[in-house]
């Protein structure tokens, strides 16, 4: 089993790609930020996708009654939801998806609550489009990480903030993240029973972005639920926007698709889309989604056990060098994204003042990607995501891509070692 999965997800060498993850750094820096994976995909979708591709035309393409009843068995088998083929909207992303459902949904100068430290596009999604974001803290606790005397960082919502931004009577919508990017966490039954709640008693739309349901790691206890399956009421105020694309490694294939019972939330937010031209599906992506959804589902379950073998390695790696109290992961219970907690790092180091002084930029001018994740690029030659770009809950904190070969995390655990034991020497 474990010598498969190594063939499986073994490197793969994107040059000539133009891959957006590798053209960020200088060669000879390990990329682990934007999340995608340098791992092939099932060769079930190849396939799919080779054969398509021996047709001559790639003209404009509908979507076919047999993807729709995929993906209504993919959500049944795998999440235990009850979707109907005639709830289904496409979408070239989840994010294009959410950013409609904006417009659709709300109107300008209407607030929108969202949980934070948060995936960027999700805040600038309600900003740059003319509404106003309200933003709740999620609370920090330190859990046991399962070693003894040893402790780790896990979120909760902080309801009573939560239900006084939902009780603004400005406030129309709830932009969820479940899993939560960037934190891992898998929102409890408990959790998202009591959101749903508060949704109702202040009448709050919910877009619901699920776009890493089917990625729940193999030592979590609890499964992905999805917001609209919680109950009647849940269902009807929701709009859930997911994708095979962080699943299946086909986020430059362009489809997504978005789930709504309510035929007036649909309504609304086909006639949006069809507003700003969102209209007929990519052919391959419709191809890859039906092979992915009916051919590759213990692939999925191998890459979870591959992800989980990758969070394992990060966590040996830190506690055998003695990092632990500086470089302290939060409780990942999703994803293959890695939220690390650098704030003692940051202090002990006092970081952020000698990157001010060196000037440290990135190589990318055009992304501020932060003063943690520039130093670590220069340092340790890995360049993750740095925490501030998830708002001001994250400042101090990295996000570490876990999606790629073993032998990758381990190299970039080797350097990012070497880089923290080494004394900093101030210019
Ligand atoms: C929570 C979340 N939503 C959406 C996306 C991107 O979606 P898409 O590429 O389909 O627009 C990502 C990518 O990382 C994500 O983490």
Known sequence: MAEQQQELFSTVDRTGTNSLKWAR???GTIPMWVADMDLAVPSAISEAVQQRAKHPVFGYTVFPFSLKRAICDWAQRRHNWHVEPQWLSFAPGVVPAFNVAIHALTQPGDKVAVLVPLYYPMCWAVSENGRRLLRSPL??????????????????IDFVDLEKKLADPKCRLLLLSSPHNPTGRVWRRQELEALAALCAKYNITVVSDEIHWDLVLPHTDHAHIPFASLSRDAAMRTLTCTAPSKTFNISGLGFSYLVAENPTIL???NAMASQVGIFPGPPFGMVATEA??????????QLRQHIQGNFDVVCAALRAAGLWDLVRPARSEAMFLMWLDCRQLVASRQLKALCDRRDMTVTDPDHNEGYLAGWLAEAARVGMSDGCEFGVQGEGFLRMNLGCARETVVEAMRCIVEALTKPVAPK
């Open 25 to 27: 750094y200088p060669p």
């Open 267 to 269: 309504a609304k937010w």
């Open 139 to 156: 609370i920090e606790r330190q859990v046991p990480s399962g070693n003894v005397g040893e402790t780790m960082l896990s979120y909760e």
């Open 292 to 301: 992915a959804y009916t051919q590759c589902a213990p692939w999925v379950d």
